[in-house]
C-alpha cells in the first residue's frame, strides 16, 4: 500500500516534526524496530527515512558524518577529521580493583 503525500502535506508534517519525533524515526530506522519492539515494515522503514532526510535537510545545520546537512549535501568526513573529532573524547576511567580491601 503506497501512500501519496502532496507537498503540502509535507510541509504540514516537517512543521510539526519536533527534535523529539526527528530523534524517535531516527533510532527506529536504526534499530528497524519501534521503541516498543514491534518491527517496521519496509515501507514504514522507507517512509521513516525519508522524513528523517528531510527533517535533517531543513535543521541540520551542524551536520555529522554520513547526515544530511541544510545545504541537501550528504556530510562525509574524512578519516582524518573522525580520528581528530573522536581522539579527545574520553568515555570512561577505569581503575583496577584492590581486592584486599
Known sequence: MSVEVNPEQLEQLLAVMTPEIYQRLVTAVELG????????????????????????????????HMTVGTNGEITMKSKQEL????????LATLKPQNNDE
Open 83 to 90: 580520528k581528530t573529532l573522536f581522539q579527545g573524547e574520553m
Open 33 to 64: 524496530k519501534w521503541p516498543d519492539g514491534v518491527m517496521l515494515t519496509p515501507e514504514q522503514k522507507e517512509h521513516s527515512l525519508q522524513m528523517v532526510l528531510l527533517w535533517q535537510s531543513r535543521h541540520n545545520h551542524d551536520p555529522e
